[in-house]
């Protein structure tokens, strides 16, 4: 029997999702190699070899194949997996009403961009697999940061990265953190570890769905980022000490994280403040006249420098306009000013010189909880230290045209609600209770959004003073009419052999005729009673619900 039968067998459903549960026959023979038939040898062939260093589990709910399998089995971008429920989400009833003003009319621009991006994004880790399987270019471990993080290089002359890999099991509260202040944090203050609104061990997920969200919201400020499997010999191992005093070289393991590509030629927030500060920032004397010092070498050599003019504000305005838009929805947790990045690029003109304005909004593992900070922190945005006559401000035109269309479209948010149960249940602790909280929590946040931007004189400062809310999906089953065609079609008619016509049989033609039809009418061919002409459906209704807890501090 072959093994696509094996498994059907043992499913309880053929249209299943195959769970942990349903591979408890599967255990008992890891240790024996599966014999495919010659048919099913091929790319998209399932395998059952246990790997050392990911999950079982994870390995077995991933249900379509990797891309970059040429390089090694289970190695590259983790594709779509089905939903773990009925894809069916229809809102009957919502809380985003829409404005007559903004229509949402189809992108299709961004719609060929965002597959672009998709293209680049294997391609480049196919690369990156390459290069470590092939050429053998370990990757580098980042100093910094609360997680374990590694630049991940090509096979190229140039010395730039390609993307940042951060493992799963090396996440700030991760099991394998390799950052001893982590280790010390939970070994010795366990009450006061991790932050109890986000769900543990699940940042490579929320990096991902920060990418996606920024392609849902049609921004492109977040590097695409993607679940991704590398094998590698530089992960952090708990045997590594041992194993470099005894002389032996560490093992290769594969492991599970988020891929997020390289960003060239943009510097943090703060070292970009540093350097061109915004008016009415605060800076220190001494790095103000290093800067003029520098300004002046600059000047001498004739090369111009930035500065923040009336149209550069504005740019860079609606550039941070969508920042917020995106934290605010997705409750970042963790948004200082060491994680989200700027670009400026020259444009050389004869009179004087133009510039462009980039953000970039990066380290996005700490987001999406499901439910709102209600303990002792609050943790507020860095954006709200910028300078007031910033934030003061409402928010631009450009901006409510861009978003309003969007977060009020009922078919938009039944694409993302596909998209986002995907990408979230590729993990093997994947709890459908803990996601609709954490769907409750973006819709509450998006819900406040709209709000203050259905009102032309609110900016920044008034959507983060908003009420804090959920917006709970709750199931109904509505009746539906049954079209009068179906129901014809659907009726069961006496069939008899065709005569010329007899009175003698006339009679006896109409008794049959009525025993039939009265042994049809007690139950139709849909099962129903008769004259049931409705039918039920699952439908959504959204139901708002204020959040009154309220954290300690609110500076922190």
């Known amino acids: ?69 040429e390089h090694g089995e289970n190695l590259g971008v983790l594709q779509q997996v089905e939903s773990p429920e009925d894809m069916q989400y229809e809102v009957q009833h919502s809380v985003f009403k829409p404005v007559e003003k903004y229509r949402r009319e189809p992108n299709v621009r961004w719609k060929h961009e965002r597959e672009r991006r998709r293209q680049h994004f294997e391609y480049i880790v196919s690369e990156a697999i390459d290069a470590l399987q092939t050429y053998h270019v370990e990757l580098n471990r980042i100093k910094g940061g609360s997680s374990g993080s590694y630049f991940v290089y090509g096979s190229g002359p140039r010395a730039s990265p390609l993307g940042v890999f951060k493992p799963k099991d090396e996440e700030p509260y991760g099991p394998l953190s390799p950052k001893w202040t982590k280790w010390a944090h939970r070994t010795f203050f366990p009450c006061f570890f991790g932050r109890s609104c986000l769900i543990p061990n699940l940042g490579y997920i929320c990096e991902s769905a920060a990418s996606l969200l920024d392609q849902r919201l049609e921004l492109g400020i977040v590097p695409h980022t993607d679940t991704v499997v590398l094998e590698s010999r530089r992960f952090y191992d708990q045997r590594q000490t041992w194993l470099y005093l005894c002389g032996v070289e560490p093992r290769a393991q594969k492991k599970l994280g988020s891929f997020q590509l390289f960003l060239e030629d943009y510097v943090s927030a703060d070292e970009f403040f540093m350097k061109h500060p915004l008016p009415g920032m605060y800076r220190d004397h001494r790095a103000q006249q290093s800067l003029h010092l520098g300004d002046r070498n600059n000047t001498d050599s004739g090369e111009e420098q930035f500065e923040w003019t009336e149209i550069n504000l504005l740019k860079f305005r609606l550039e941070l306009e969508k920042l917020i838009v995106l934290d605010y929805i997705m409750r970042n947790t963790d948004r200082g000013l060491d994680n989200w990045m700027i670009r400026v690029i020259p444009h050389h003109r004869k009179a004087s010189t133009t510039w462009d304005i980039r953000l970039a909004a990066i380290d996005n593992g700490l987001a999406f909880p499901w439910k709102h900070p209600d303990e002792w922190r609050s943790y507020p945005y860095g954006w709200l230290y910028l300078p007031l006559n910033m934030l003061a401000q409402p928010f631009s035109e450009s901006t409510r045209r861009h978003f309003l269309p969007l977060l009020t479209s009922n078919e938009w948010w039944k694409d993302s609600y596909r998209e986002f149960i995907a990408l979230f249940s590729r993990d093997s602790d994947f709890k459908l209770r803990m996601w609709k909280k954490q769907w409750a929590v973006l819709k509450g946040q998006a819900f406040n959004v709209v709000e203050t931007l259905r009102d032309c004189r609110q900016g920044p400062l008034e959507l983060v003073r908003r009420t804090r809310c959920l917006v709970a999906d709750e199931k109904m089953e509505v009746p539906v009419a049954i079209p009068i065609m179906d129901i014809a079609i659907n009726e069961q008619i006496p069939v008899q052999a065709s005569s010329p016509m007899n009175l003698y049989n006339f009679q006896k033609g109409l008794q049959e005729h009525a025993s039939d039809t009265g042994s049809a009418s007690t139950v139709n061919p849909t099962g129903e009673p008769p004259g049931n002409q409705f039918t039920t459906k699952t439908v959504i209704i959204e139901r708002l619900q204020v959040v009154n807890n309220t954290p300690v501090l609110t500076w922190c």
Do not use: C
């Open 1 to 69: 029997m072959s093994g696509i039968a094996i498994q059907a067998d043992h499913t309880v459903s053929p249209g299943q999702l195959v769970t942990s549960n349903t591979y408890e026959w599967l255990r008992s023979q890891e240790n024996s190699e599966p014999k495919w038939p010659e048919s099913s040898q091929d790319e998209h062939a399932p395998l059952m070899k246990r790997r050392d260093s990911l999950p079982m589990e994870t390995l077995h709910r991933i249900t379509s194949a990797f891309t970059g399998r």
